[in-house]
């Protein structure tokens, strides 16, 4: 029980802290691969710092030996980096945190098609209720003037990507994947570096670029370790916190009124999953807890 409570505490904690991710890209005024490139150089070198000074090199030679499945994970992880940007930039926040709980359905797709598992009648009818949110979403975006079709499809792209991020890895689960995550975002930064001239809107608002890195650091390594000790239904049912408090929170502080469409199409996804999590959840027995 200590363990499982220590789970939830940490990938809560680890959902809290990613909230904020969308409100810093609305607040921090400069082009979206500069926000890009300090996103992914700082939250890189946050992460970095905080492995080198509790493990040292030992987990980077770990995930050097999962070969070809932690090559994978560390490249799409990457591209993840300047595609939330550009999500978050292109429609409205709530398009993109509701198009990201659909994270399930990319994974139990890639599961079946790279894995050979098979699809449960329980997630034939959650994806068929999230592509209908989703739809929903895509015909609210082509009404409004916030949201845009664009965004949608790079929000999508981020949740098909981290899907299959974790499905390359579950050949070799019983490795931390943590210390990938700076050469991930360390990474992408310096593919995007030399197309943008990012040291002027740095200097300008560094706070908000080193909070921004501090806060999805943090956030990363949480949501590396706290699934550990609980379940998957459980872990999913703490990540739809985020869909549902990030657009609570952006229209609070900056006015994003997520506009009607993307409010109705958001409720089915979240509740299709919320349904979905909660059954998987009650048919697990104290054991699998």
């Known amino acids: 029980m200590g363990d499982h409570l220590k789970g939830l505490a940490i990938t809560t904690l680890g959902v809290l802290l990613v909230v904020p ?10 082009e979206p691969m500069v926000t890009a490139f300090w996103r992914g150089l700082t939250a890189g070198i946050f992460v970095l710092a905080v492995l080198l000074a509790v493990q040292g090199l030992r987990g980077f030679r770990a995930v050097l030996g999962t070969g070809r499945p932690g090559l ?12 939330f940007v550009m999500a ?13 709980a659909s994270m399930p359905v990319f994974a139990a797709v890639f599961s079946r098609v790279f894995l050979g598992e098979p699809i449960r009648m329980r997630m034939v ?8 949110g989703l739809a929903i979403i895509a015909y609210g975006s082509s009404e409004s003037q ?16 981290f899907a299959a991020a974790l499905t390359a890895v579950r050949s070799v689960r019983a490795t931390s994947m943590i210390p990938a995550i700076p050469f991930a975002y360390i990474g992408a930064a310096l593919v995007v570096g030399p197309f943008v001239s990012p040291l002027e809107a ?25 699934p550990r ?40 996804v979240i509740g299709a999953l919320l349904a979905s999590n909660l059954y998987a959840l009650t048919r697990q027995g104290p054991a699998s807890r």
């Open 21 to 30: 991710d969308s409100l810093f890209v609305r607040l921090i005024e400069a």
């Open 125 to 132: 009818v959650t994806m068929t209720a999230v592509i209908l």
């Open 229 to 268: 000790y609980i379940s998957s239904a459980e872990v999913s049912l703490l990540v739809l916190l985020e869909s549902v408090l990030a657009p609570i929170l952006v229209w609070i502080a900056v006015g994003e009124d997520p506009g009607a469409w993307a409010l109705a199409g958001g409720t089915v």
């Open 88 to 100: 978050v930039t292109n429609t409205s926040v709530a398009n993109v945190v509701f198009i990201f």
């Open 72 to 83: 994978i994970y560390t490249v799409l992880i990457g591209t993840t980096a300047p595609a």
């Open 202 to 226: 740095f200097e300008a608002q560094w706070p908000l670029f080193l909070g921004h890195g501090a806060f999805i650091g943090a956030a990363s390594c949480l949501l590396a370790i706290g």
């Open 146 to 161: 916030l949201a845009s079709w664009k965004g949608d499809l790079w929000a999508l792209y981020v949740s098909a990507a």
